[in-house]
């Protein structure tokens, strides 16, 4: 699964591709690695138009997949659309776009190592969104914490094209690269807006860097 990624474009950009009015990041670095439950932008329905704000990456897990825990750290990738678990936030007022520049998979190597892959549209990394979910939620992330409420979210995945497939057989997320689809995203009935969950045709994405875990760390390749 997806569990590293970057977005290096300014909220600019993102704001103007996704047509968000308003904004609520404050003074947004670039995040050339973007990991797990770390805070991250994404764009939302909002009632006064849609709105570019933070979240922490990683949804509420399953019940059964928190027996005998004592926090959730979240889940970052959803996939099985159909569950009662995650259909609760398919509606319009829960999706949101997650933009990015590029993401990661892990490539395994004979001695065992597992050194990150990064794929984007092109070298440049053109900006682009994942199909994002979100919610407002209060749980224990961390046992050093305690109890917080916060925005969380993630994205879909789908079947891996051949591009990322030869790297991780069993998923990549579901990424919107038109301004229709974000639209339809955005706006459409779940089931329209569901046709999305497909992979990418494979001339749309390359391997553009290896080996880092924050992208523009090692020369692309």
């Known amino acids: 699964m997806c569990n590293l990624y970057s977005v290096t474009k300014g909220q600019q950009a993102i704001r103007e591709l996704a ?13 050339p690695g973007i990991f797990p ?10 009632p006064d138009g849609r ?15 928190l027996e005998g825990k004592k926090c959730d750290p979240g889940v970052t990738n959803v996939r099985n659309t159909k569950s009662s678990h995650w259909r609760r936030w398919l509606g319009v007022e ?21 050194p990150p892959v990064w ?3 092109d070298e440049s990394r053109p900006l682009a969104f994942f199909a994002g979910i979100w919610t407002h939620w209060t749980s224990v992330r961390k046992v050093k914490e305690g109890e917080t409420t916060n925005d969380l979210f993630a994205f879909l995945t789908t079947e891996p ?16 690269t038109t301004s229709e689809e974000i639209e339809i995203w955005m706006t459409a009935p779940p089931a329209e807006a569901l046709s999305l969950q497909r992979p990418l045709p494979n001339q749309v994405l390359r391997v553009v860097a290896r080996g880092a875990k924050k992208d523009g760390d090692v020369a692309p390749v």
């Open 161 to 176: 094209n051949d591009i990322v497939g030869a790297y991780h057989p069993k998923a990549m997320p579901v990424i919107l």
């Open 37 to 46: 439950d770390y805070p991250a932008p994404i764009v939302r329905n909002h």
């Open 51 to 65: 709105e570019l704000a933070m979240a922490r990456w990683g949804m509420p897990s399953p019940a059964f997949a």
């Open 119 to 121: 794929f984007a549209f």
């Open 94 to 114: 829960s999706r949101c776009l997650v933009p990015f520049t590029s993401f990661a998979e892990h490539e395994v190597l004979p001695n065992g190592s597992r």
């Open 19 to 31: 047509r968000a009015m308003q904004d609520r990041t404050g003074n947004l670095p670039p995040l």
